[in-house]
């Protein structure tokens, strides 16, 4: 299995702020990787597919980048409406496997 | 728009079959691959498998002696079992639609499966 790797875990940040979350795989995924946004208690939200795709009605404040085996996901200008936790999830090999999170708290 | 709805029983008994079943509303079934997803409490996300609308599965190798999952067109429908259950199959189980290769763009709520005697 490819295994996915995200740092940091937690990140504190607050309003405004630029904020980027790597996400590294065991093997290269070419671009074959999206980020997801969950809330508590919510479904994960689809942001980026093939790794600097934004899914439609996403804000553009959020982009990704990167290829091979190390990504990023970068919010440009943090909103309250961005703490949550965001997963990397590599589509290049099944079994289709996602990264352990990072969580986005106030700081 | 398309909307996914998981169904089935919220506790289940150690070495039962988990069953759950998601039902498609909005769009059709067709033409896509659909999967199962699951998410233990605090941790993170592991795919269970996919069905093509044809018929066509693939399943994570991890689980892969204790998982079958069917469709029924007509219903609009997809069904995950999951055999022999323990704690550790305790989790929150969602159904998802996969496309723009291989990603999942559109999610149900999940439902939650407590694996307890």
């Known amino acids: 299995d490819i295994q996915m790797t995200q740092s940091p875990s937690t990140l504190s940040a607050s309003v405004g702020d630029r904020v980027t979350i790597t996400c590294r795989a065991s093997?290269?995924?070419?671009?074959?990787l999206a980020w997801y946004q969950q809330k508590p208690g919510k479904a994960p939200k689809l942001l980026i597919y093939?790794?600097?795709s934004l899914e439609s009605g996403v804000p553009s404040r959020f982009s990704g980048s990167g290829s091979g085996t190390e990504f990023t996901l970068t919010i440009s200008s943090l909103q309250p409406d961005d703490f949550a936790t965001y997963y990397c999830?590599?589509?290049?090999?099944?079994?289709?496997?996602f990264g352990g999170g990072t969580k986005v708290e106030i700081k | 728009q398309v909307q996914l709805q998981e169904s089935g029983p919220g506790l289940v008994k150690p070495s039962e079959t988990l069953s759950l079943t998601c039902t498609v509303s909005?769009?059709?079934?067709?033409?896509?691959?659909w999967s199962w997803i699951r998410q233990p409490p605090g941790k993170g996300l592991e795919w269970i498998a996919y069905?093509?609308?044809?018929?066509?599965?693939k399943y994570n190798p991890s689980l892969k002696s204790r998982v079958a999952v069917s469709v029924d067109t007509s219903k609009n429908q997809f069904s995950l079992n999951l055999s022999s259950v323990t704690a550790a199959d305790t989790a929150v189980y969602y159904c998802?639609?996969?496309?723009?290769?291989?990603?999942?763009?559109?999610w149900g709520q999940g439902t939650m499966v407590t694996v307890s005697s």
């Open positions: 069905i093509y609308y044809s018929g066509t599965t």
């Open positions: 093997q290269t995924l070419i671009s074959w």
């Open positions: 999830q590599q589509c290049h090999t099944y079994p289709l496997t």
């Open positions: 998802a639609r996969q496309s723009k290769g291989d990603v999942f763009d559109i």
């Open positions: 909005g769009g059709s079934i067709s033409n896509y691959y």
């Open positions: 093939k790794a600097s």
